[in-house]
Structure formats: C-alpha cells, structure tokens
C-alpha cells in the first residue's frame, strides 16, 4: 500500500477515536440532565401518593370525630327525653333521635369505605416505597457513571487529540483539509473499506475496476455513493 494510502488508514482509526470520545463528550450531560430528571420524576410520584394517603387518613380522622359528635349528640337527645312535658315535644324529640341514627348509618358507612381504601393505601405505599429505593438506586448507580465517565473523558480526549494530531503531521496539508472535510461531512468515516467489491459505509457496489485501484492501494479513490475513500483491509480479505 502506498504510504499516504496507508496514512490515512492511520489517521482514520486515531481520529474516529477522538470523534467517538468528543461526541460521548457532547451527550453526556444531556444523559447527565436526563437521569437527573427521571430521579425527581420518581420522588415526585412517591410523594404524590404520600399526599393521597396522607389526605385519605386525615378524611377518616374527621369522619371518626364526626361520628362521635353525632353519636354524642344522639345520646344527649335520648338523656333528655324523659324530661320532656308535652307529646308534641316528645314526637320532636324523636324525629331528631331517629334523623341522628341515620345519619350515624351514613357516617358509619363512609368510615368503612375510608378504611378499606386507607388499608389498601397503606399497603400499595409500602410495595411503592421499595420500588421507588430500588428504582432510585439504580439511577443513583446510572448517575455516578456518568459523573465519573465526565470526569475521566477529558484526559482521554486529549491523549486522543495528541495521537491524531501525531498522525495528522504525516499527511499533506491538502490531503489531510479533503480528509477532514469528508470525515466531518460523514459522521466521522472519511475512509472505508472496499472488500468484497462494495463500499463498507453505503454498501454500493464498486466496479471492477475501481476494485482493481482499491486492491493495488497505490492510488486515492472516492466511492462513487458517499465520496468517501476507499482502501483495501488486508484484515478483511476478499
Ligand atoms: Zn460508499
């Protein structure tokens, strides 16, 4: 293989390594941002349930003081009655005993309503208090990765920036300005593989005699579907 042709292949593998760690670079901390927010996501669903039960609960104290005040007005009612002079007074005195009792009826009815839906509540809260830890730990773990990858990447970045930049020095200035605009143009692949008669990044198929140019690797040749340059992998054969 021609040594320019065998510089580039050169430059390809140092630069597409710098291209994956600058790209990891620039998404990280939309990941960061995205994990962070799945984590309140889930505190405020927790929190929200709490709120429910915690209103549920509170709605079935009132009711069981309810109760009591109706029951005490009840018997305070029926305390009285045989101090009553009058029949008319009486039968009064009645409707209102009887209005109380159904109206305890309907109070009583609700607490057991209250109560199941609390029980069920209070068991549904527990099971989502473990997946909530469970689930927050598991984003907790996500998180400190890629706080850690975030911390790591930089020093990676350079010694990649340093490696391509050592191979870049072995190209002519005009080959290497084609190659870079080729390799920001094509998400990072400016030289691809030709074996098997058919471009390794578009797939098209190459004529026989661009084959022939790729296999003697003594010239440049761009793919006819993506422009990009094409050389023989020894490593891929046939
Ligand atoms: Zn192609």
């Not at 607490?111 to 199941?116: A, G, M």
Request: with cysteine; proline share 2%; hydrophobic share 35%.
């Amino acid at each position: 293989m021609d040594p320019r042709l065998a510089n580039l292949v050169e430059l390809q593998k140092a630069m597409a390594v710098r291209h994956r760690l600058q790209k990891e670079k620039t998404e990280l901390p939309e990941r960061i941002k995205a994990v962070e927010q799945q984590l309140a996501q889930v505190g405020a669903t927790l929190q929200e349930a709490e709120a429910t039960f915690k209103e549920h609960e509170h709605r079935l104290r009132e009711k069981e003081a309810q109760l009591q005040d109706v029951q005490a007005k009840e018997n305070k009612i029926k305390g009285q009655l045989f101090q009553i002079k009058t029949n008319k007074e009486y039968q009064a005195a009645l409707q209102e005993v009887e209005n109380f009792k159904v109206k305890r009826g309907q109070v009583e009815e609700e607490i057991l309503i209250l109560l199941d839906t609390v029980e069920d509540e209070k068991r549904v809260l527990q099971e989502r208090r473990d997946e909530s830890k469970a689930h927050e730990s598991r984003l907790k773990m996500t998180l400190d990765g890629l706080q850690k990858r975030s911390a790591e990447i930089d020093a990676e970045l350079t010694v990649a920036a340093q490696g391509a930049d050592a191979v870049a020095k072995n190209v002519n200035p005009d080959l290497l300005a084609r190659f870079q605009r080729i390799f920001d143009a094509k998400d990072g692949v400016a030289l691809t593989p030709g074996n098997g008669d058919y471009c390794h990044s578009c797939q098209v198929h190459l004529t026989p005699h661009v084959v022939q140019v790729v296999k003697r690797g003594q010239d440049f040749v761009l793919c006819e579907g993506c422009s990009r340059f094409l050389y023989w992998d020894s490593e891929l054969g046939d």
